[in-house]
């Protein structure tokens, strides 16, 4: 869908994506918070995908074949669930960063439109 984002008619409301560096959402709070919990739910997914990945490379290497059962019953070393949580760690931050970025522009944007209604009530006393 493709929208101006100066519109304000009842069609533009939803989930509007503006190009640029980073992804501005904008849209009701449910469309949002299904729009997080899928990127979520995929991240997750991502991140169990290169677990297995993993695990068939370290079985590969090891010369075992990767088959459905060696994979399941495979216990990686300390060192190496250490290194998958890092990776995991990262991934999340790489995927919700614009998230995350978006988020404290509107808490600041949220704090800017509260002081300018207070000074404002200041005005008309």
Do not use: K, Y
Request: glycine share 6%; no cysteine.
């Amino acid at each position: 869908m493709t929208t101006d984002r100066n519109d304000s008619s009842p069609e533009s409301e939803g989930l509007i994506f503006e190009p640029g560096a980073t992804a501005r959402i904008h849209g009701s709070q449910p469309d949002i918070a299904m729009l997080l919990r899928m990127v979520a739910a995929l991240t997750e997914e991502v991140n169990v995908l290169r677990t297995r990945l993993d695990t068939h490379e370290r079985l590969a290497e090891a010369g075992h074949a990767p088959t459905p059962l060696s994979v399941e019953s495979h216990v990686p070393s300390p060192e190496v669930v250490a290194e998958r949580i890092a990776e995991g760690e990262a991934l999340i931050a790489r995927v919700m960063h614009s998230v995350v970025e978006d988020a404290d522009g509107l808490l600041q944007d949220e704090q800017r439109i509260r002081a300018l209604w207070q000074d404002s009530q200041r005005g008309d006393s």
